[in-house]
């Protein structure tokens, strides 16, 4: 696979963009499942949450991990496959740049289609446009953007598109702002082989026991290092303390587990690892600017 590429662009076009948000959901795939291969009329954008995989991309592939975010479409030939062991899960929108696109696509190729299309393909006024694949580690504010574009059309999904617009305007211009910080800090984000390794490994063992999760100490003996710089290294290679990190996919697991509405609100806080229901509540609607029961209790489309 292609290692993570990091690609600069000055866009223009920007007062020309009216985009449009056609669909958004969250995507946990199934152990070396995935889509495509597809072509899509209008954009995608994807940003990676867990797991591990690889995209394809008119040919070229890619490696999937945490933190990763991918632009493509339209007409571009693209496919997810997710790793056996360590299934992929995606936050993706689909969106066009110019509201009066949104006329001309079909309604039968909302998901993609097996062939290129031949007509009703959304243009885009950014030139050139933005980069295919980048690594975006670095963009917590991209995971929250795109995060709140998924709950909007949650919430209402042909509604409120001047919010919907506002997101996905946020969302561009976050991503490309942070785009010429990925080269000068890639030095800084290197990690030698064996820390790379064993930092992950922590990070699957957190993952794989949210309610209880290991401490410090007992990850620092995991990585056959001391604590204190096991604590350093975690925070620069993931983005978080261990304990922040462990609260992020507690309530990243909440939210999807309150998306399929099969648990309560207080079923979802103690599977999760949260034992006080109440402060669950308040930390997921400071997180998501929701509140879990409504997230629950939503009206699907």
Partial sequence: MAQHQAQNSDWAGWDNLTPVLRYANFFDATPGGGFG??????????????????????????DLAPGDAVFY???????????????????GIHFVLCAEDEKQLH???????????????????????????????????????????????FMDATGRKLE???LILQLLQAWHDATPLLNAT?????????????????????????RQPPSSAELAAMADLSEGYFNALFKRYSGYTVGAFVTR????????????GQLSVKEVAYQ??????????????????????????RKPE
């Fill in 37 to 62: 291969p597809r072509y899509l009329q209008d954009f995608q954008i994807l940003v990676m949450q867990a797991g591990q995989g690889f995209i394809t991309i008119n040919g070229i592939s890619y």
């Fill in 73 to 91: 479409g339209p007409n571009e030939r693209h496919q997810v496959k997710s790793s056996v062991d360590d299934p992929l899960r995606l936050a």
């Fill in 107 to 153: 309604p039968q190729y909302k998901f993609g289609c097996e062939v290129p299309l031949e007509s009703g393909i959304a243009t885009s006024p950014l030139n050139p446009s933005p980069a295919p694949k980048i690594s975006v580690g670095l963009q917590s504010e991209v995971h929250r953007l795109i995060e709140a574009l998924i709950l909007s059309y």
């Fill in 164 to 166: 919907k617009r506002g």
């Fill in 186 to 210: 890639d030095s800084q984000n290197a990690f030698s082989a064996r820390h790379r390794q064993s930092l992950s490994t922590c990070e699957q063992a957190l993952l794989a026991n949210l």
């Fill in 249 to 260: 996919h507690r309530l990243l697991e909440a939210r999807r587990l309150l998306v399929q």
């Fill in 272 to 297: 999760v690892g949260f034992h006080d229901q109440f402060h669950f509540s308040r930390l997921f609607a400071r997180t998501f600017g929701m509140a879990p029961s409504r997230l629950r209790n």
